[in-house]
């Protein structure tokens, strides 16, 4: 028997409570009491993302949500301004190459976040473009963007600001209405602490004016679908009521735990990780890390496909490597939704333990004294 610790930046931890809220007998969906729980879902919804918007709940995982705004939002007469600078980036790009959807590609290199005046570069030199997409956290290689300016700049330029929120909406500073996002998608498994299943996306009035103005080539994902239902609380489809009901759950508790408690905690876990990391003698990839994943370098002279089958193996610690051409170089560690100091901590001794084992030289105890030393304040 082991026990497994999941430090992925999705699927992340899910509470024993939670999984039990899930474990309810079934109910049919076309009920007042399955209607109610989705209403409720949108409400507390409205609170994590900061909007007055009807947050939309699709069967999927969050690719299925995006994919949804972006077949809505994304026009064949006009151009998408696609950033990437990691594997969900490329993702977005992939889906407008696959849909044959017009589009500017504005490529970095891993590690690098987008900063409003490239995104108003681009959109000087490209008048016909008519959205913007970008990965507000980019999880392959755990480097933050600037939402809130690059939201700005969309404005400004009267564009739809579309935002890849898998893992920033709960997890950091996230405020849809205030900064003028159009559109931001999530999934269950990350901040929402809930297994893979569900995708959320919120829409403001302009991006479904777009939406409203044409087909999209959507039948499942098409949103004008979900509207329609969503207007008597129901689906268009069946939906995955148990997992409804489970993010009724894990809302509440975010809702009674105060989201600026939440982001605080995960930016605290953040820095601690930071600063162990750091005390061993290693190096945080990116040149922007976010605060709901650290990407860690593997160190000269460790193997990391080992280091990790340690972790896992040997203390239950399940890390994610690297993607795309990174893989190998990163390992990284969770700091989203059902994760405390003392899970991570356990983490940080584990990597010194397997770090030790392939001869890395450090001080013992090392990056756990640095971790405690920024979580107790000291
Ligand atoms: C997890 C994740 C996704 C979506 O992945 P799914 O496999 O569809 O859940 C997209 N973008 C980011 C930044 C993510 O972390």
Request: charged share 20%; glycine share 10%.
């Amino acid at each position: 028997m082991q026990k497994i610790r999941l430090f992925t930046p999705g699927p992340t931890m899910v509470s024993p409570e939670a999984m039990l809220a899930m474990a309810q007998p079934l109910d049919h969906h076309r009920t007042s009491g399955f209607r109610d729980t989705l209403k409720d879902c949108v409400e507390l919804l409205r609170y994590v993302y900061r909007t007055e918007a009807t947050p939309m709940v699709v069967t999927g995982s969050g690719t299925a949500a995006m994919e949804a705004a972006m077949l809505g939002c994304c026009k064949p007469d006009g151009k998408t301004l696609v950033c990437h600078a990691g594997k969900f980036g490329e993702r977005w790009r992939d889906i407008l190459v696959r849909f044959n959807l017009p589009h500017v590609d504005y490529e970095k290199e891993y590690g690098q976040g987008f900063s409003p005046d490239e995104v108003a570069a681009k959109l000087k030199e490209h008048g016909d473009i008519t959205a913007v997409i970008f990965v507000h956290s980019e999880t392959s290689t755990a480097t933050v963007s600037d939402a809130q300016g690059i939201a700005k700049v969309c404005r400004d330029h009267n564009v739809l600001c579309m935002v890849d929120g898998i893992t920033s909406i709960g997890a950091i500073p996230f405020k849809m209405d205030e900064w003028g996002i159009d559109v931001g998608v999530t999934g269950s498994q990350k901040a929402m602490m809930l297994p893979p299943g569900l995708g959320i996306v919120a829409l403001s009035d302009r991006a479904w004016e777009t939406i409203d103005s044409h087909q999209a080539p959507a039948y499942y994902n098409d949103l004008k679908m979900y509207r329609k239902s969503m207007d008597k609380w129901d689906t268009p489809y069946t939906p995955n009521n148990q997992m409804v009901s489970g993010l009724k759950f894990t809302l509440t508790q975010i809702k009674e735990t105060g989201i600026d408690n939440i982001l605080a905690n995960t930016a605290l876990l953040a820095k601690a990780t930071r600063a162990a990391v750091e005390a061993l003698g290693l190096k945080v990839f990116s040149d922007a890390p976010v605060d709901s994943v650290t990407a860690v370098c593997v160190p000269d002279g460790v193997d990391e496909a080992q280091w990790r089958k340690d972790l896992r193996g040997m203390y239950g610690i399940h890390c994610a490597g690297g993607q795309g051409h990174i893989k190998g170089k990163i390992i990284r560690l969770n700091h989203m939704g059902y994760v405390d100091a003392v899970d991570t901590v356990g983490a940080i001794a584990a990597l010194e333990w397997t770090l030790a084992k392939q001869g890395y030289k450090f001080e013992a105890g090392a990056g756990t004294g640095a971790f405690g030393k920024v979580i107790q304040g000291t």
